[in-house]
């Protein structure tokens, strides 16, 4: 759950009274926590590199909970959102939960309900993180492969024979499995059926035969 | 033969003598054993007696000591009869002093003996009383034994069918709370000094439960009395003008009837003191007679009691006997839906004669009043019907912003139960840090404070009842105003520019009435923004001065303006260019502020937009 680093969370709520109550009861649970009046103060703030959450009032004035949600997911950030309403109405839970929220709830909040969808919260991020970081890596291996390597990982993870690449590419066999060593080097890959998985990971565009 | 006859003698002297001598010691002995024999079974039966008596004592403590206030009577009577039968008396009664000198009486008596009513004027035997006021037993077992001074006493004792007579007074803490008093009817007894040493004692247990009914009579009285005062002091905490008057008719009704009184009056002095005009007054007087003959439209006339007929008005004559009412004419008060009322002349102190010509002149008269009270009654109507729209208009507009209102709300709520919550996983985990609790209570309480606020205002609105008429200052009634409708506007991303002219002069009017104006203003202003595409969305609310007296509140939009075709319309009731109105706020707030003597007027603005504006006259009470 809370590992050496105690995760972060973030409270956007325009009720002064109300934020800070929200971060009481989270620190009780061992987070660290940051509040913010408004979305935009919110938008203004680099975005950690450690696992977090984000508690988030749906009505505010200025940029309401589900623009901001909107605003997110158009940056390609994805967070981890537990939303926080009045009076939930049906079209705006809707609209959360397909935006990918954790959870939608209504106030007043229930301290037990509130913790364990952070807690989900956190550990949804987590894990999109590490998954995040191994893409990283693996791209990073990738780009370490000279132009033919990577013409050779391409088409080997598609099950073609060593023959068949080197009639496709054009250079010899020989020439092939010198590359494909290489690409296994590189990549770290210990066989074949590895190799397929890493590329699959790495998001590497696979030709269709 | 004489010799032999005095030989005989001689011989037989002794014999005869000691013959005879024993004969008379046995006889003397027989006699004296007899003698003993009867003082004993005399003993006997006196300890019997005695052993009886004190048994009746013991049960009569026993029954009479813890008896309920609601069964001290029963128990009394009850006790009388187990004393009358011992002694054989015919009539036991139980007299207790009352505080308006009369008594009242508990009384058993054997079958065929008339028991005596309960309460009978203490005046009956003045002797008697005076002697046991004293503390003194009075007790005659002829009617002669009576002395001259107790005429009247031995009067009411042969009236009575008394013969023999013992009375003991009661008395406990030093008074004399009653008498206790065994007749004998059938024929006359003698009442033994040690017969009535007993009896002494037992009246001790009969003074006792009645030191007790007295304490715990007078215990209930003060209780009902506190509990009079407390229902007087609740209903007149929460009443409007309008129901004071007839709460305080109520309230004098029950007051007569808690001190027995006949008739009781509230009068309020003149501005100068010199006069006092009776306000409300509470007559108990129940004239069923009369008053079916009034609602059947009859007139009616009595130049005295007796002309009243004796059986069907009994009641009536006993309560004009009662008021000192001699004579009196009642003319009905008619009106066009029944009888509004009734007019009624009286004399006091003589009886009078009332001609057909003064009443056909009163009846005149009442036709006058009749109108008055015909007039009142419809404007009473009116008024509260005016009132009740009034409500209506406040409700519904507040109704629009119930989302609005229960977000307020909801918020100091959310953030209480969080921080309570907070406190108790803290408290949970062992760590107590002091000054956090404090910091987390101090926010409980100011959250809690202010959730209060939101309901205190919101009652205020929804209050119903008549107009309170107070000084208000018009800066203080919009900015409460505008902190309702803040957060409302907040969500809709208007704005809300307050322009308020510094040092006000006052006004005297209803705070919520106006408020309601104000409010119905800025939701109408908040409404027409909603479909403006462009621009700043913003609500200008001004006070000013307007001449030197009067003050002006606007209330300016940056909406469309007015449709001028509506512009001739829109304070008309029921006109509507809302689709989901009623058409009935501004009509409200044209027809409050013109009862505050103030006029309210719309235009469009030149560079769009709408401006709402009312005036109201600068004063205090009675301007």
């Known amino acids: ?209 | 033969m004489s010799d032999q006859n005095v030989s005989l003698w001689a011989v037989y002297r002794w014999h005869v003598i000691v013959g005879g001598g024993l004969i008379l010691t046995q006889a003397c002995l027989i006699g004296a054993l007899l003698l003993q024999r009867t003082s004993r079974r005399r003993a006997e039966q006196s300890l019997a007696e005695h052993l009886r008596f004190e048994r009746l004592l013991s049960e009569l403590s026993a029954r009479l000591v813890p008896v309920s206030l609601d069964a001290v009577d029963v128990e009394i009577e009850r006790g009388l009869r187990r004393v009358a039968e011992f002694l054989g008396a015919d009539r036991a009664s139980l007299l207790e002093y009352l505080p308006d000198r009369n008594v009242a009486r508990v009384c058993w008596a054997v079958e065929g003996v008339a028991r005596q009513s309960s309460i009978v004027g203490a005046d009956r035997f003045p002797w008697t009383a005076e002697q046991l006021e004293r503390g003194q037993v009075v007790l005659f077992s002829r009617l002669e034994e009576l002395p001259r001074e107790a005429a009247i006493d031995r009067q009411h004792h042969q009236d009575a069918g008394t013969r023999s007579c013992l009375s003991l007074p009661l008395s406990a803490g030093g008074s004399t709370l009653g008498v206790l008093s065994f007749d004998s009817i059938h024929h006359e007894r003698d009442w033994p000094v040690e017969l009535v040493q007993r009896l002494q004692l037992l009246s001790e247990v009969f003074a006792g439960a009645l030191e007790r009914k007295r304490v715990e009579l007078l215990i209930a009285e003060r209780l009902r009395f506190e509990t009079l005062l407390s229902e007087q002091t609740a209903t007149f905490s929460s009443l409007s003008p309008t129901e004071i008057d007839r709460a305080i008719e109520r309230a004098l009704r029950r007051i007569v009837d808690f001190f027995r009184a006949d008739w009781s009056s509230l009068a309020e002095f003149s501005h100068d003191s010199r006069m006092a005009r009776v306000t409300h007054s509470w007559v108990a007087a129940e004239i069923p007679w009369v008053v079916a003959r009034l609602q059947r439209g009859e007139v009616v006339r009595f130049s005295k009691i007796d002309e009243l007929p004796e059986t069907d008005a009994a009641v009536d004559r006993r309560t004009y006997l009662r008021l000192g009412i001699k004579s009196q004419v009642a003319v009905p008060l008619k009106g066009a839906g029944g009888l509004l009322g009734v007019f009624t002349f009286s004399t006091l102190g003589t009886e009078r004669s009332w001609p057909d010509e003064l009443v056909q002149r009163l009846q005149l008269l009442g036709e006058v009043f009749a109108n008055i009270l015909s007039h009142r009654q419809s404007e009473m109507e009116a008024q509260r019907l005016r009132q009740s729209l009034t409500h209506i208009g406040r409700v519904s507009t507040i109704g629009e912003l119930m989302a609005s209102l229960a977000h307020e709300l909801t918020q100091p709520l959310t953030a209480i139960l969080h921080n309570a919550q907070a406190a108790q996983r803290t408290l949970g985990a062992g760590a107590v840090n002091l000054e956090e609790m404090r910091e987390i209570l101090a926010d409980i309480v100011e959250d809690d404070r202010r959730a209060g606020e939101v309901i205190h205002r919101l009652r205020d609105l929804l209050r119903k009842g008549d107009p309170e008429f107070a000084t208000l200052d018009v800066n203080d009634m919009v900015t409460g105003m505008i902190r309702i409708v803040s957060s409302e506007a907040a969500l809709r991303n208007m704005s809300v520019h307050l322009e308020l002219a510094p040092e006000l002069p006052t006004v005297w009017g209803d705070r919520v009435q106006l408020q309601q104006v104000i409010l119905n203003l800025v939701l109408n202003g908040l409404d027409a923004m909603r479909e403006q595409g462009t621009g700043a969305r913003v609500l200008v609310i001004q006070t000013a001065t307007d001449s030197s007296a009067t003050i002006r509140i606007t209330v300016r939009d940056s909406g469309p303006g007015i449709d001028p075709a509506d512009l001739d319309h829109i304070f008309q009731t029921f006109y509507t260019t809302k689709p989901d109105g009623l058409g009935m706020g501004l009509a409200i707030s044209r027809s409050i502020v013109e009862a505050h003597g103030g006029q309210m007027e719309a235009r469009n603005d030149p560079d769009g937009g709408a401006t709402f504006s009312f005036t109201l006259p600068v004063g205090g009470p009675g301007q």
Not at chain 1, 24 to 37: M, S
Not at chain 1, 87 to 116: C, E, Q, Y
Not at chain 1, 179 to 196: N, P, T
């Open chain 1, 1 to 209: 759950m809370i590992g050496p680093v105690a995760p972060l969370v973030f409270v956007v709520d325009d009720d002064p009274s109300v934020r800070k109550s929200l971060a009481r009861l989270i620190a009780t649970d061992g987070y660290k926590v940051e509040t913010f009046a408004s979305a935009r103060e919110f938008l203004a703030r680099p975005l950690p590199e450690g696992p977090c959450c984000l508690v988030l009032d749906v009505r505010m004035p200025g940029l309401t909970g589900l623009a901001l949600q909107e605003a997110l997911a158009a940056s390609r950030n994805r967070l981890s959102i537990v939303f926080i309403t009045g009076h939930g109405d049906v079209a705006s839970t809707v609209k959360a939960m397909k935006g990918g929220a954790i959870d939608f709830l209504t106030k007043p909040v229930n301290a037990r309900v509130l913790l364990s969808a952070i807690e989900r919260g956190v550990s949804t991020d987590r894990q999109s993180r590490q998954k995040q970081a191994k893409i990283a890596e693996l791209q990073d291996r990738i780009k370490t492969l000279t132009a033919r390597e990577a013409e050779v990982f391409a088409l080997v993870v598609t099950g073609m024979l060593n023959k068949q690449i080197a009639s496709d590419l054009g250079i010899s066999e020989k020439m092939v499995k010198v590359h494909r060593g290489r690409v296994m080097q590189k990549m770290r890959a210990g066989s074949l059926a590895e190799l397929v998985r890493l590329a699959d990971q790495g998001g590497v565009m696979v030709a269709k035969p």
